[in-house]
């Protein structure tokens, strides 16, 4: 008998792909190509890059940037000190937690980028290259060089997947882009964040309030853009900046100090956003934040609703009406068919508590639904409310609601003698009327934020998470889900209603036209919806910073005219595409759709 026997197999030696950068430059030299060509963009911006004033910004004077040119020069400063930063400069390295190369790339590819989208319109909008003066030859040869020296950074590639040779030529081109798509994933991919520093909770406290004033002094900047081109440019600076922070490991460091002193965060943002009336020398632009703030407040209560209950409610600005409509009634407004005024404290209760019954009235026999289902009863009710209204005109119907002219002349609020339609001295500072009803949507605001906080952290809250993963599994649990769907509807509804009240007497007139599933302006259920899944479902400030962005991108981009819709849906579209978890996600749903990610330790009971 013979033993037949087989060596054993060697171990092949898998491809972990190159160490090298994307542009053929020695990565010595693309460091100090992209440290000195930011730090050439900050110079090319005190001088002039145009010959004519007729560009919005007057790019015509040396030694003083303005416009676009402060824009640049804010994405210059941030490239010049994350390559200051990769060069292990003391006194920077708190900049880069996770490394500095991956956040040099972005903040390069900003700087680049609203760089030449200026020198761009000048020349579409002034008639050629010929106007441009040598600073604007400069930003653009500086910022070029900036950005192509940065992706001259090495990284680690990933390895090739095999080609099927049996492929068609048209799967060939995808596995030609997927690879690509993997290698440029991977030059931007941050390094593993440094362990954090233990401070002091005096200076963590600091730290959150630096971030907030940070982020009052942007939204402020971009809310006070004053032409189109201006507007573009801050999306850009803003978006690549954030990013590059996010790369360095910033963000992550802020949201964690945020975690640990919640009450503090939420202390702070709202007094932030108590001191943006105060930073305003008119009442302008506290009318868009009034309105950004209902919009957001609104968004909130539907989030209880889709983000934690995970019911799809497509008609539930109808909510929102129906406080509204309620308030309207009670407000001793003319058009009003009952000639009664309460006081504002009663006819938000009872803006609340109706739409609460209507919440009640609508689920109870609906609820049992899931799914698409629920969704198309929703989507119903929300026009059933709609033509409603509108027909009570004393014609198609019983005259309650004024129909298509709906309920005018609504009277501004008194409360305590304080008149929120006149303009007022606080500390020296004057506020007209959108600012005095901004800070009381502000109070509006935060009760609601305290209201999904608590109710999140609840016992409540973790059924609703728990139907929201499993519905089958949950009710093999133990847990009555009509009832608690139910709960979820009722409140996000008494909240919609609660701010309906405030709008009332914002906008003078409530009509049906207000309340549509779709429309241009927001608030409507559509944008409600986008609100909360692009913000990112689940959380408190996902809502609020997608209805403000949702409210403020239209606003800003009429100058597009037929092809508003169209640029705000493509936008939508990309950011679902490569960022479907939302802009500030709940950490639970980040993980089910990057599976890659590294899980916390430990998640909070939402999840987030």
Same mark, same amino acid.
């Given at each position: 008998?013979?033993?037949?026997?087989?060596?054993?197999?060697?171990?092949?030696?898998?491809?972990?792909?190159?160490?090298?950068?994307?542009?053929?430059?020695?990565?010595?030299?693309?460091?100090?190509?992209?440290?000195?060509?930011?730090?050439?963009?900050?110079?090319?911006?005190?001088?002039?890059?145009?010959?004519?004033?007729?560009?919005?910004?007057?790019?015509?004077?040396?030694?003083?940037?303005?416009?676009?040119?402060?824009?640049?020069?804010?994405?210059?400063?941030?490239?010049?000190?994350?390559?200051?930063?990769?060069?292990?400069?003391?006194?920077?390295?708190?900049?880069?937690?996770?490394?500095?190369?991956?956040?040099?790339?972005?903040?390069?590819?900003?700087?680049?980028?609203?760089?030449?989208?200026?020198?761009?319109?000048?020349?579409?909008?002034?008639?050629?290259?010929?106007?441009?003066?040598?600073?604007?030859?400069?930003?653009?040869?500086?910022?070029?060089?900036?950005?192509?020296?940065?992706?001259?950074?090495?990284?680690?590639?990933?390895?090739?997947?095999?080609?099927?040779?049996?492929?068609?030529?048209?799967?060939?081109?995808?596995?030609?882009?997927?690879?690509?798509?993997?290698?440029?994933?991977?030059?931007?991919?941050?390094?593993?964040?440094?362990?954090?520093?233990?401070?002091?909770?005096?200076?963590?406290? $600091?730290?959150?309030?630096?971030?907030?004033?940070?982020?009052?002094?942007?939204?402020?900047?971009?809310?006070?853009?004053?032409?189109?081109?201006?507007?573009?440019?801050?999306?850009?600076?803003?978006?690549?900046?954030?990013?590059?922070?996010?790369?360095?490991?910033?963000?992550?460091?802020?949201?964690? $100090?945020?975690?640990?002193?919640?009450?503090?965060?939420?202390?702070?943002?709202?007094?932030?956003?108590?001191?943006?009336?105060?930073?305003?020398?008119?009442?302008?632009?506290?009318?868009?934040?009034?309105?950004?703030?209902?919009?957001?407040?609104?968004?909130?209560?539907?989030?209880?609703?889709?983000?934690?209950?995970?019911?799809?409610?497509?008609?539930?600005?109808?909510?929102?009406?129906?406080?509204?409509?309620?308030?309207?009634?009670?407000?001793?407004?003319?058009?009003?068919?009952?000639?009664?005024?309460?006081?504002?404290?009663?006819?938000?209760?009872?803006?609340?508590?109706?739409?609460?019954?209507?919440?009640?009235?609508?689920?109870?026999?609906?609820?049992?639904?899931?799914?698409?289902?629920?969704?198309?009863?929703?989507?119903?009710?929300?026009?059933?409310?709609?033509?409603?209204?509108?027909?009570?005109?004393?014609?198609?119907?019983?005259?309650?609601?004024?129909?298509?002219?709906?309920?005018?002349?609504?009277?501004?609020?008194?409360?305590?003698?304080?008149?929120?339609?006149?303009?007022?001295?606080?500390?020296?500072?004057?506020?007209?009327?959108?600012?005095?009803?901004?800070?009381?949507?502000?109070?509006?605001?935060?009760?609601?934020?305290?209201?999904?906080?608590?109710?999140?952290?609840?016992?409540?809250?973790?059924?609703?998470?728990?139907?929201?993963?499993?519905?089958?599994?949950?009710?093999?649990?133990?847990?009555?889900?009509?009832?608690?769907?139910?709960?979820?509807?009722?409140?996000?509804?008494?909240?919609?209603?609660?701010?309906?009240?405030?709008?009332?007497?914002?906008?003078?007139?409530?009509?049906?036209?207000?309340?549509?599933?779709?429309?241009?302006?927001?608030?409507?259920?559509?944008?409600?919806?986008?609100?909360?899944?692009?913000?990112?479902?689940?959380?408190?400030?996902?809502?609020?910073?997608?209805?403000?962005?949702?409210?403020?991108?239209?606003?800003?981009?009429?100058?597009?005219?037929?092809?508003?819709?169209?640029?705000?849906?493509?936008?939508?579209?990309?950011?679902?595409?490569?960022?479907?978890?939302?802009?500030?996600?709940?950490?639970?749903?980040?993980?089910?759709?990057?599976?890659?990610?590294?899980?916390?330790?430990?998640?909070?009971?939402?999840?987030?």
């Amino acid at each position: 008998m013979t033993t037949q026997t087989t060596a054993p197999e060697t171990p092949r030696k898998v491809d972990t792909g190159k160490h090298a950068g994307l542009i053929g430059i020695p990565p010595q030299i693309g460091r100090a190509l992209a440290t000195g060509g930011g730090a050439l963009t900050i110079v090319s911006t005190f001088l002039a890059w145009t010959w004519t004033s007729e560009f919005p910004g007057d790019l015509t004077v040396y030694g003083y940037p303005g416009g676009l040119q402060v824009l640049v020069l804010i994405g210059g400063l941030l490239t010049t000190l994350f390559g200051l930063a990769s060069y292990g400069v003391k006194g920077l390295r708190w900049l880069v937690p996770a490394g500095a190369d991956s956040a040099l790339k972005m903040a390069a590819l900003g700087t680049f980028t609203t760089a030449w989208y200026t020198i761009i319109a000048i020349a579409v909008q002034l008639g050629g290259l010929v106007n441009l003066e040598p600073g604007g030859y400069l930003v653009a040869l500086t910022s070029l060089a900036a950005l192509l020296g940065a992706y001259a950074l090495p990284f680690q590639w990933p390895a090739p997947e095999p080609v099927d040779p049996e492929d068609t030529n048209w799967e060939q081109f995808l596995h030609y882009l997927r690879g690509h798509r993997a290698v440029l994933k991977a030059a931007l991919a941050p390094g593993t964040p440094a362990p954090a520093r233990k401070l002091p909770a005096y200076a963590e406290i $600091l730290v959150i309030v630096a971030a907030l004033a940070l982020g009052l002094i942007v939204f402020t900047y971009g809310i006070g853009t004053e032409y189109d081109e201006l507007f573009v440019g801050f999306l850009i600076t803003a978006g690549f900046g954030f990013a590059a922070a996010a790369k360095a490991g910033l963000v992550g460091r802020v949201s964690a $100090l945020t975690a640990k002193h919640r009450n503090v965060t939420m202390i702070g943002a709202f007094v932030a956003a108590a001191a943006f009336p105060f930073t305003q020398s008119d009442d302008q632009y506290a009318t868009i934040g009034v309105y950004i703030l209902i919009f957001a407040t609104v968004a909130l209560g539907l989030n209880i609703v889709v983000g934690l209950a995970g019911l799809l409610d497509l008609g539930y600005v109808a909510f929102l009406g129906v406080g509204a409509y309620t308030a309207a009634m009670v407000s001793g407004s003319p058009s009003s068919p009952f000639d009664i005024q309460l006081p504002f404290w009663a006819s938000a209760l009872l803006g609340a508590a109706v739409a609460m019954v209507f919440g009640v009235v609508i689920g109870a026999p609906t609820l049992r639904l899931r799914g698409d289902y629920l969704a198309i009863v929703t989507l119903g009710f929300g026009e059933i409310f709609r033509i409603t209204v509108l027909n009570m005109d004393g014609t198609s119907g019983p005259d309650i609601t004024n129909g298509s002219n709906g309920i005018s002349s609504i009277p501004n609020l008194n409360i305590l003698g304080f008149d929120f339609g006149q303009e007022h001295t606080i500390a020296g500072f004057t506020i007209a009327r959108f600012a005095n009803y901004f800070l009381l949507m502000l109070l509006i605001t935060l009760v609601v934020v305290i209201v999904f906080r608590r109710s999140s952290d609840s016992r409540i809250g973790r059924a609703w998470i728990a139907i929201r993963e499993d519905e089958t599994a949950a009710l093999a649990m133990g847990i009555n889900g009509f009832r608690v769907k139910l709960i979820a509807f009722a409140l996000g509804a008494a909240l919609a209603g609660l701010a309906g009240t405030v709008q009332a007497h914002v906008t003078y007139t409530v009509t049906p036209e207000q309340y549509q599933f779709a429309h241009v302006v927001p608030p409507n259920s559509a944008f409600l919806l986008a609100a909360v899944v692009l913000g990112g479902m689940g959380t408190i400030s996902g809502p609020l910073v997608g209805a403000a962005l949702l409210y403020l991108i239209p606003a800003k981009l009429q100058f597009l005219g037929d092809f508003q819709l169209f640029a705000f849906g493509l936008a939508l579209v990309l950011l679902m595409r490569f960022r479907p978890e939302g802009l500030i996600p709940n950490r639970r749903r980040q993980l089910e759709f990057h599976e890659e990610t590294e899980a916390p330790t430990v998640l909070s009971k939402a999840g987030a």
